[in-house]
């Protein structure tokens, strides 16, 4: 599923259903080490998305490595390598791609349900909350709740490894777009504009990026690829006659 909102460039390996109570017996000891205390569940989710992980950098030809988390929780890739993982209950997800070819990427998966009371005041700005709402009325097999829920945790995944720093859910603004004519009704594409300063890649500053989202199997999937070269900003001529400035814009990776 995931790969249909991806470009050419990414590599994803992905499953479904519950991960068989073994797997974490195929964790490094490096890996293992990190969820020791933690319950069955959570071992065995954290070895069976690092269990993808493995065979998509396996088809980029890298051997298995251990992919240990970092302090904020980004697996470390191999060198060369960008990626990104997600997991929830019953789906589990892992692109990469050479670092030539991308320069980040983000996935992140929901169950397509409603996100539960409270959080959306949390996650989301006033003006995206009108638009979920504008949404909901018109497409509610979609939980546009947690769509935007997910659409931020990717921009937060393709942010924090071009930047090393936090970003909170009020410091990007995202918006939905129709879904796109041979994508069906369940994709489509999203925009998020950045409220503070944007990474540098390739030497522009971004302005922010764009992705595609999917819904399907009963959950809802987004995704980010940011390409390694960035368009150089385009000059747009002011109507009120003041010289054009050189415009960013967003950057990212509809397939």
């Not at 205390?37 to 251990?66: N, Y």
């Not at 546009?144 to 393709?158: G, H, I, M, Q």
């Not at 796109?180 to 390739?202: K, Y």
Request: net charge negative; hydrophobic share 45%.
């Amino acid at each position: 599923m995931i790969e249909r909102i991806l470009p050419a460039e990414a590599v994803a390996e992905e499953s479904l259903g519950s991960p068989p109570p073994a797997a974490g017996d195929f964790l490094h000891p490096e890996e293992a080490a990190v969820v020791a205390r933690a319950v069955p569940k959570r071992k065995e989710e954290f070895a069976a998305v690092r269990a993808c992980a493995r065979a998509a950098l396996g088809r980029l030809g890298f051997p298995p490595v251990p992919l240990v988390p970092n302090r904020r929780g980004a697996p470390q890739w191999p060198s060369g390598v960008v990626g990104s993982m997600t997991h929830c209950d019953g789906y589990r997800a892992a692109v990469v791609a050479r670092s030539g070819a991308l320069a980040s990427v983000g996935i992140d998966a929901e169950p397509n349900g409603p996100l539960p009371d409270g959080v959306l005041d949390v996650v989301s700005l006033p003006g995206e909350r009108a638009r979920i709402r504008s949404l909901t009325a018109l497409r509610p097999g979609v939980h546009w709740d947690r769509l935007l829920f997910s659409a931020k945790e990717s921009v937060f995944k393709t942010w924090y490894p071009l930047t090393g720093q936090e970003l909170d859910f009020e410091e990007a603004e995202l918006d939905f777009e129709e879904a796109e004519p041979d994508a069906g009704p369940g994709a489509g594409t999203f925009s998020a504009r950045l409220l503070v300063p944007g990474p540098v890649v390739g030497g522009v500053r971004l302005g922010g990026f764009t992705g595609r989202w999917a819904v399907g199997s009963g959950f809802v999937l987004t995704a980010i690829a940011l390409p390694a070269a960035v368009p150089a900003p385009v000059t747009v001529p002011d109507p009120r006659g003041e010289p054009p400035a050189p415009v960013s814009g967003s950057a990212a990776s509809p397939a």
